[in-house]
């Protein structure tokens, strides 16, 4: 099979993805009325299980949705969608897995009252790997200037939503100006997240990232980072508000992501940070990967391959 194949799994049912299998009436194709999370797998064990179902119950209860799936019945679909990838694609690596859940069909209308029941999708597919060219000199980020990150009182992005706009038309700006990410600002003018991931800074030794205040979603692997990984590295981690005019004070910069875990940064417009295997950036994602290891180790009921 081709390397770009993607299994899903549509309630139940296992197809290729090309294969179509959501109603047009569904609520999360017509408005964006769904929510979901990503996992990947280190090891073959999937990470992080617990931090992203409770992450999703919390999107779901803010969005009034109800979620009739337990834990164990979307873990064992993901198992048959992992099965059934693996037999299509043999030999893969680590995997991507991604859960969406709907709040259903029914008649055309905003009002939620309107849907039958909520519905699921599995996608499997293999987890991107970061080019040697990305790890050593960073990726390229722009700010986004014609607009600026929803607010919590709007639309929360600390919400998991199948409503990504926002993100996509400020990706779509800065990769205009030929960067490889956006950082998006709120309406302060302090700085949030990139498109799909989480942001943090080095000054002085000491990694300094946004609040979840600021507007941005509770990453899983930010967390992971300021309750384990940091301190296991012995370096202080400190949330606090960051404006564009304090770029230049910044050594370091990386993104960090559930698929990547942390990304380095070479450049935000036309401020520079140091990349490469000397950068404490690259001292942290080694303590990400011995952590994400020993969690592997540690929940081999995880182990989905």
């Not at 081709?2 to 408005?31: C, D, K, M, W």
């Not at 490889?180 to 300094?208: H, K, M, Q, W």
């Not at 990232?209 to 990984?229: F, K, M, N, Q, S």
């Amino acid at each position: 099979m081709a390397a770009h194949y993607i299994q899903a799994n549509t309630n139940g049912r296992l197809h290729p993805a090309g294969e179509a299998s959501v109603s047009p009436v569904n609520r999360g194709f017509l408005y964006g009325d769904a929510i979901y999370e990503v996992w990947r797998t280190y090891e073959g064990v999937i990470f992080a299980w617990e931090g992203h179902w409770r992450r999703l119950l919390a999107s779901a209860e803010a969005l009034f949705m109800a979620v009739p799936f337990t834990e164990e019945r979307i873990l064992a679909e993901i198992r048959r969608t992992v099965a059934a990838f693996r037999q299509a694609v043999p030999g893969a690596g680590e995997l991507y897995v991604r859960l969406q859940i709907t709040r259903g069909e029914g008649s055309i209308g905003l009002d939620v009252a309107l849907a039958e029941a909520p519905g699921f999708v599995v996608l499997i597919q293999p987890c991107p790997v970061l080019p040697p060219a990305q790890l050593e000199h960073g990726l390229r980020l722009s700010v986004a200037r014609s607009l600026r990150r929803n607010p919590i009182q709007a639309l929360s992005p600390g919400w998991k939503t199948g409503n990504y706009l926002n993100n996509i038309l400020c990706l779509r700006e800065a990769r205009q100006r030929g960067a490889d990410e956006v950082l998006i600002l709120n309406l302060a003018g302090e700085f949030t997240e990139a498109a799909v991931s989480n942001i943090a800074f080095i000054r002085d030794g000491e990694v300094l990232t946004p609040p979840v205040e600021a507007g941005i979603l509770a990453g899983i692997t930010r967390a992971h980072l300021l309750e384990a990984v940091a301190p296991a590295a012995g370096v202080r981690v400190r949330e606090g508000a960051l404006r564009p005019e304090e770029l230049p004070t910044m050594s370091e910069c990386f993104l960090l992501s559930t698929t990547k875990d942390l990304v380095p940064v070479g450049a935000i417009d036309d401020v520079r940070f140091r990349t490469g295997p000397e950068t404490l950036t690259r001292k942290i994602k080694a303590a990400f990967a011995l952590h994400a290891a020993a969690y592997a180790r540690a929940h081999p009921e995880l182990r989905l391959f």
